[in-house]
């Protein structure tokens, strides 16, 4: 049995994760550009180990939270997993083919290609809240670009962290793939290991150590944060179209999403329409209200303990609580409907960082561009929503107001865009992932320039001043 058959596809420890590093590096020094039907199998495997333990997920899920919706799961974790997977299958022969470039006439005769190498070995950072989702997400895209992975999973999701490693444990042996599991101090070892590239999903606060920890090692990182994603709602979109394109953003995993709609700004007039509206269409997504088997509770004590006292902040500085339902929270499971916050001011906790749960301030404007001013003076957020049936004022905030990504008339659902980037921007992230883009980001895209017997670089070589070298400089500085 040779050492990397030793190696357990879980790590707990510094001196484990530095044996699998080390392995995974061998392996990949090995095999360094794994073939289109190498990429195949493993792919197809990872699709039908993810299949065989959907229920397994969901139920897992449902342990760590307390009470996880079985659909929150099936359709934010699995089902973008499986598409993901259906895409990169149908579209990785073409990705993985070498691009050809043109030389240019001063080149000539010469061939320039771009040959898309696999990394190595890349880091993956998974949060709590889509653990599915984000950490085998990434993984499909590494495996796509013919790299080894190595996966750090959350702390606060230890049932889904045993089902996620019976599941890669069935297809991948650990110089391929393996799980990393430990609290802080092992994220930020995880973090300081010289990786080729480093993928972190979390809070901007974290995500600053994570880069800073990359650094010494010189490794490339993409940084999937968060921010406080606006709403607006524009003044001609009837209220509950509105409120029926932007509820499900919020109410998916009680808001524990860091796409979700972090704070709405509505026209002034309707603040009273929009409040009642919302209330109206949350009692009937959810008509149990706390107790509704559909929605999801807040993962853990700890985050449940930080939404209550927010919410308590913003009441003591005058802000008016509106839960959304009269069974709004059950302390003892941890369980919170969504609160609507309004009279807010730029004091309070919650207009102050990322809500990442079931609070969402409503914030009256009179004019858009009051309210376009609020946005932009803002640090750049993960996602901005839009809520209007105006071509031109679409095409404005589409191309003056920066973010991660947009919806227009609906929220959260451009994340589930297999044919597109997904990104932050600024403090909510750098680089992207998904589709070819994610493809690009695990690849290096080497440039191969060639020649033949004749090549003209000899006519610019010194001595200089001939006379055929003035006629090409002539020529070409132009």
Partial sequence: MTAIETLPIQATDRPQMQAILHAQQA?????????????????????????????????????????????????????????????????????????????????????????????????????????????????????????????????????????????????????????????????????????????????TQVGRHVMRAAADNLTPVTLELGGKSPALIAPDIPIPLAVERLIYGKSLNAGQICVAPDYVLVPADQHDAFVAEYQKQFQAMYPQGVASNDFTSVINRKQYDRLRAWLADAEQQGAKVIPCHPEARDDEQHRMITHLVLETNE???????????????????????????????????????????????????????????????DAVFHVAADDAPFGGIGPSGMGHYHGKEGFLTFSKAKTVLSRGKFSTGKLITPPYGGWLQKLMLAFFLR
């Fill in 27 to 203: 392996a990949f020094r090995a095999n360094p550009m794994p073939s289109l039907e190498q990429r195949t199998h493993q792919l197809k495997a990872l699709k039908a180990a993810l299949l065989n333990h959907k229920t397994a997920l969901c139920e897992a899920l449902n342990q760590d939270y307390g009470r996880r919706s079985h659909h929150d799961t099936l359709i934010a974790d699995i089902l973008p997993c499986v598409a993901q997977l259906n895409y990169t299958l149908k579209h990785l022969k073409k990705w993985m083919k070498p691009a050809r470039r043109h030389a240019g006439l001063m080149l000539t005769p010469a061939k320039v290609e771009v040959v898309y190498q696999p990394l190595g070995v890349v880091g993956i950072v998974v949060p709590w809240n889509f653990p599915v989702m984000l950490s085998l997400g990434p993984l499909i895209t590494a495996l796509a670009a013919g790299n080894r992975a190595m996966i750090k999973l959350s702390e606060f999701t230890p049932a889904t962290n045993q089902v996620l490693r019976d599941l890669l444990a069935s297809q991948f042996e650990p110089e391929t793939v393996a799980v990393i599991e430990g609290e802080a101090d092992i994220a930020a070892a995880f973090s300081a290991l010289p990786f080729d590239h480093l993928l972190f999903t979390g809070s």
């Fill in 347 to 409: 004091q309070i906790q919650l207009m102050q960082e990322e809500i990442f749960g079931p609070l969402l301030p409503v914030i009256p404007y009179h004019s858009l561009d009051e309210a376009l001013a609020r946005i932009r003076r803002q640090p750049r957020p993960l996602a901005l929503y839009l809520m209007s049936l105006d071509p031109a004022l679409q095409q404005q905030i589409k191309t003056t107001t920066h973010a991660g990504g947009m919806c227009i008339n």
